[in-house]
């Protein structure tokens, strides 16, 4: 019976385990990010490359050819329309954003660097309903992994707690004293409660 309360507690703990590893969501931050007219973007966003979605965002560009605009979750939605591209787009349709990545986001994190160059849909770039454009002429983004947080879920807790209540009320069932454990009597004393169990 021991050996089954520890194999339990061995599933229960693994579980738990990949709980906490299962925080795949990174958030990625704008480095360095410059635009052709002297403008600038800098910001975060949540990105879990398992399900390509984004989960947060805060991306301001600063004034240049362009007012100066914050793309967040109250004001702009996120379209991952090409591959190795995520686009904020404001709800009215007419402030765009779209960062191209060289390689893709991972949710192992890292630096990637963004694509440069002109206006097209392999660069990367913001307009004005397209009529007012500016090209990101250098920058990249880079991770600072949710994965490694030290504060593990609430769901993690709820299962450690639910693993270890399984454990204590299958120990407080058989309430074994060590010197039964010692004999090795658990067998004779379990086939006296349950005949036919072992034997």
Request: aromatic share 10%; proline share 4%; glycine share 10%.
């Amino acid at each position: 019976m021991l050996k089954i309360i520890f194999q339990r507690a061995a599933v229960v703990a693994a579980l738990c385990t990949a709980m906490v590893g299962t925080a795949a969501a990174d958030t990625w931050y704008l480095s360095g990010v410059a635009f052709n007219d002297g403008s600038s973007a800098s910001g975060s966003f949540d990105y879990d490359a398992s399900t390509a979605t984004v989960n947060a965002f805060n991306l301001s560009t600063t004034a240049g050819v362009l007012p100066a605009f914050t793309y967040d979750t109250s004001n702009s939605y996120v379209s991952t329309w090409l591959m190795n591209n995520l686009s904020w787009v404001s709800p009215a349709g007419n402030r765009y954003l779209a960062l191209t990545f060289t390689t893709a986001l991972t949710n192992g994190g890292g630096t990637v660097d963004l694509r440069t160059g002109p206006y097209s849909s392999s660069g990367s770039w913001e307009c004005d309903n397209c009529a007012i454009v500016r090209t990101v002429t250098d920058g990249s983004v880079s991770t600072i992994p949710v994965a490694l947080s030290a504060v593990p879920e609430v769901e993690t807790y709820a299962l450690l707690m639910a693993g270890l209540g399984l454990i204590g009320a299958a120990a407080r069932r058989r309430k074994l004293s060590p010197m039964e454990l010692s004999r090795g009597s658990v067998g004779q004393r379990l086939s006296h409660q349950q005949p036919g169990l072992f034997g």
